[in-house]
């Protein structure tokens, strides 16, 4: 069972940066993607990145290209979310994601959160502008 803590949300003024954590425990070695994904009240879970844990690969949504950056830290089981140049509308409750089984479409696009298996509690960031 793969365990995910979420940390670092705040609040922040459009403009300004955040990085997010998310702890893991519990991954098996077939384990190989993991992912930030956020959530408003009302609307469904939409994926933002995700990094294969194996090669580094990275996929990011549209509308935070070259905004935000997704990294590993492997030593510490690890996974973090650079957001920069935020904005009102990056607002939400950000989760992180880890698939159970391995994949080949981790980094391939679309980020669908109904192909994630575990979920930390999420992490609250809001943007004022």
């Known amino acids: 069972q793969v365990h995910l803590v979420e940390s670092g949300g705040g609040s922040v003024q459009a403009g300004g940066s955040l990085r997010l954590s998310c702890a893991a425990s519990?991954?098996?070695?077939?384990?190989?993607?993991i992912g930030w994904f956020r959530q408003t009240p009302g609307t469904e879970r939409e994926g933002v990145a995700t990094?294969?844990?194996?090669?580094?690969?990275?996929y990011y949504a549209d509308s935070v290209e070259g905004r935000f950056t997704i990294s590993q830290e492997s030593a510490k089981n690890t996974v973090y979310l650079q957001m920069s140049s935020l904005k009102p509308e990056d607002t939400a409750r950000y989760y992180c994601?880890?698939?159970?089984?391995?994949?080949?479409?981790?980094?391939?696009?679309?980020?669908?959160?109904?192909?994630?298996?575990?979920w930390g509690q999420g992490t609250q960031v809001t943007v004022s502008s």
């Open positions: 994601g880890s698939v159970r089984d391995q994949t080949n479409w981790c980094v391939a696009g679309g980020a669908d959160p109904r192909n994630f298996n575990y």
């Open positions: 519990g991954y098996t070695a077939s384990s190989n993607c």
């Open positions: 990094i294969d844990r194996g090669d580094g690969s990275t």
